[in-house]
């Protein structure tokens, strides 16, 4: 049933429009069929999730259960957790002034039950929109059992002239104010083993009990904690008799496929408008950007328990555009499309968002993310030229060898980091046998993308040891691998 919350406005108008109580729980469950029959999507925006996390979380509000979100970071837990405030209903009524969203017709808090039997039908009600039913705190160290329960209020006793025994000098903490709504606590493990303990009447019986206070409040929450695996290895745990309280357990994942993985991305970046009429960013170029994060993931040199999030990929895109802007201002192009090169400009979004290993410390962040570029390159190579045999005989022929010669017999040929992009193209395409390359085996390209394809056959070429590239300061260098030095004997 819809009420028009315009209207009514007193408990007794309440009643005379029908409204019956439901907890937050049922509340969830019956919008949440509702959906599900008129095959709507639930949680949008979520990639990936289609065939196992979300049937998993559906069944659980189903359950009525408290949940536990748990995956490495960079999952989409708290975004889930976050759009489940669209299966509660768009207004809720509260008896005006109640800290904690008494509900009219079953209050609990003393204010609530005083002012309804004082005022009767007259009592003054006020709706509260489904987004402002949502409640997150992240845990932490300095969290205390006043910050989620409540405590004593010794200036409020003063200002009242109130006995410390009166049940009026108590604040309420975050967890009573959260009544009727949904409550998140973020890396539960964070939170201190006493302080979790603090959570077990809630869950169980749903009150709470506050300094010694006969005060038992019935509240009505639906909690959702996210959890990451590794602390429960380097910082703390969730202790066993919290965990046996929380009704369905989650397992969260990174994306399967490099599709799901520039759908979020694509979903996520944050763009100036101009970045996106001006920059032209070949798909080849996506693919290969998240491709980067698949190869981090299983890297020797980075740490997997820590896992690798999905926001590397999405700061890695804004620095990818960002790089080509920031070139095309320099070169005076009104215009222009990603390139490889500019590649490199993504490495501070590698860096700061991956946990090495031991050897990875040794060899340095930098050169771990050149490293994964590079392997992403290796990987998308065999989907648009023919796969390079790690082991060849000298004399084999191969498909490259006349592009090979082609860089034997020239001085070197340079990309700088600021061509311009007449410059550029006109550069690539000067290199005939890389341009019969790219007719032979990817004869319906575009010519906008052809160019990003070009440098990513030289590249190939160069992580499969086919020929050499060295950076200098205005940019990089491809040879071959021993024309110069034989020329110079």
């Avoid at 609990?108 to 002012?115: D, G, Q």
């Avoid at 010794?154 to 309420?172: E, G, M, Q, T």
């Avoid at 520039?262 to 970045?275: F, N, P, Y």
Wanted: net charge negative.
């Amino acid at each position: 049933m819809k009420l028009d919350h315009n209207k009514i406005k007193t408990l007794g108008e309440l009643k005379s429009a029908g409204y019956q109580s439901k907890s937050i729980k049922d509340e969830l469950r019956e919008n949440l069929l509702a959906k599900i029959s008129k095959k709507e999507e639930v949680f949008e925006g979520v990639w990936g999730y289609e065939n196992s996390v979300i049937p998993e979380l559906e069944r659980a509000i189903l359950s009525r259960h408290n949940i536990n979100l748990l995956g490495l970071r960079g999952q989409a837990k708290t975004r889930l957790a976050r759009l489940m405030v669209q299966l509660l209903d768009e207004w809720m009524p509260v008896v005006a002034g109640s800290e904690i969203h008494d509900d009219p017709l079953n209050p609990i808090s003393r204010f609530a039950i005083e002012l309804i039997k004082e005022k009767g039908d007259n009592t003054p009600v006020e709706w509260i929109h489904r987004d402002e039913r949502f409640f997150e705190k992240l845990a932490t160290p300095d969290v205390t059992v006043a910050d989620l329960i409540g405590d004593v209020d010794p200036i409020k006793a003063a200002n009242l002239r109130l006995s410390y025994a009166d049940d009026r000098v108590i604040h309420f903490g975050m967890i009573p104010r959260a009544n009727r709504c949904i409550f998140v606590i973020n890396e539960l493990p964070d939170l201190q083993a006493r302080i979790q303990v603090a959570l077990f009447n809630i869950l169980q019986e749903g009150d709470i009990q506050i300094r010694g206070f006969k005060l038992r409040l019935h509240l009505d929450i639906q909690f959702v904690f996210t959890a990451n695996p590794e602390d429960y290895t380097n910082r703390g745990s969730i202790v066993t008799p919290l965990k046996d309280r929380i009704g369905s357990q989650i397992l969260t994942h990174y994306p399967e496929s490099v599709e799901i993985a520039k759908k979020i991305t694509k979903q996520e970046a944050q763009l100036d408008s101009r970045q996106s009429d001006t920059i032209y960013v070949p798909e080849i170029a996506m693919d290969l950007l998240e491709q980067i994060s698949f190869e981090a993931r299983k890297s020797e040199y980075v740490d997997a328990k820590s896992g690798v999030s999905a926001r590397m990929s999405i700061t890695a895109f804004e620095n990818l555009l960002s790089t080509a802007e920031r070139r095309a201002v320099l070169a005076g192009d009104a215009k222009t499309s990603v390139r490889l090169s500019d590649f490199m400009g993504v490495i501070p979004s590698i860096t700061g968002k991956i946990e090495l290993v031991y050897e990875g410390e040794q060899e340095g962040a930098g050169f771990v993310a050149e490293t994964l570029i590079e392997d992403a390159i290796k990987s998308l190579f065999p989907n648009f030229f023919p796969k390079i045999d790690k082991l060849q005989r000298k004399e084999q022929e191969t498909e490259y060898d006349e592009l090979v010669n082609w860089f034997f017999d020239s001085e070197g040929f340079d990309l700088l980091d600021d061509e311009s992009e007449t410059s550029y193209k006109s550069k690539l395409d000067s290199i005939g046998p890389l341009n019969q390359l790219i007719k032979q085996y990817q004869p319906e390209i575009s010519k906008e993308d052809s160019y990003f394809l070009k440098e990513l056959l030289l590249w190939g070429l160069v992580v499969h040891k086919k020929l050499s590239k060295h950076r200098f300061e205005q940019g990089f260098q491809f040879k071959d691998l021993y024309g110069s030095y034989i020329r110079g004997l």
